[in-house]
């Protein structure tokens, strides 16, 4: 079919998902290196910004916003396999698979 073929790996993916409204409370303890470095008291934490590892919705929010830009680029997701993505050509050619 003359397909190039290449591969790629997302840094800190999850680090990369959308903030939504019901994240923007979660506050943590934060560890002993963190809390020296920033220079806190025992007793205050810290607000979190983003979906982060450990948080039980970041690879959700990381799939909801690698979703949202896909679509956004022109390409559709399987029906059979969610993680199967197709982009065709202006004449419905198949150009790209994901």
Not at 12 to 19: E, N, P, S, Y
Not at 27 to 33: D, G, Q, Y
Not at 73 to 97: A, H, Q
């Amino acid at each position: 079919m003359g397909f190039q073929v290449f591969k790629g790996d997302v840094k800190a993916a999850f680090l990369r998902g959308d903030l939504r409204e019901e994240d923007r409370n979660v506050l943590a303890e934060p560890v002993k290196e963190l809390r020296e470095a920033m220079r806190l008291e025992h007793h205050q934490c810290i607000k979190l910004k983003k979906s982060v590892y450990g948080l039980v919705n970041a690879p959700r929010r990381w799939w909801s916003r690698a979703r949202k830009d896909m679509e956004k680029l022109g390409w559709v997701e399987s029906i059979t396999e969610p993680c199967l993505w197709y982009l065709r050509d202006k004449n419905d050619k198949l150009c790209g698979l994901a």
